[in-house]
């Protein structure tokens, strides 16, 4: 977040509140990704500006019948000095909340873009056993 807009993908873990944490507990992916924006990443009067492209949910499945929900949010922050294409999942297990964001500068994104889809595509959460 605090970048200059160079390639880079990062993994942040962090706990949940006390009391747990729910993805949906403030609506669907869409609502969560324009909060985030608007009121995080490119707040008004910040200098930035953003545009959402795409936020949706997918959820891994497992023997239990229940999966892990992935919220995924395709979005573009611009400032003065920088432009730069993010695609961001978020996921809740065990207690933490896991954010992966793939970033890289707009103008080299055609040609990331196919890798940067296949990492977030493929970004799993999981306690271990054993």
Same mark, same amino acid.
């Given at each position: 977040?605090? !970048?200059? !807009?160079?390639?880079?993908?990062? $993994? ?35 200098? %930035? ?11 891994? !499945?497992?023997? *239990?019948?229940? *999966?892990? %929900? ?17 695609? /961001? $999942?978020? /996921?809740?297990?065990? !207690? ?13 994104? %055609?040609?990331?873009? /196919?890798?940067?889809? %296949? ?5 799993? $959460?999981? $306690?271990?056993? *054993?």
């Amino acid at each position: 977040m605090g !970048g200059t !807009g160079e390639e880079n993908v990062s $993994v942040i873990v962090a706990r949940s509140p006390p009391g747990g944490f729910r993805l949906d507990r403030f609506g669907d992916a869409r609502n969560q990704a324009e909060w985030l924006l608007g009121n995080v990443l490119a707040p008004p009067n910040s200098g %930035k500006t953003s545009e959402l492209y795409d936020a949706f949910t997918r959820s891994s !499945g497992s023997s *239990g019948g229940t *999966g892990t %929900k992935y919220y995924t949010f395709e979005y573009t922050i611009k400032t003065d000095d920088w432009y730069r294409h993010n695609i /961001a $999942v978020f /996921a809740e297990l065990g !207690g933490k909340l896991y954010t992966m964001v793939c970033q890289v500068p707009e103008a080299d994104w %055609k040609g990331r873009e /196919a890798a940067f889809r %296949k990492t977030a595509e493929s970004f799993r $959460v999981f $306690v271990p056993t *054993g």
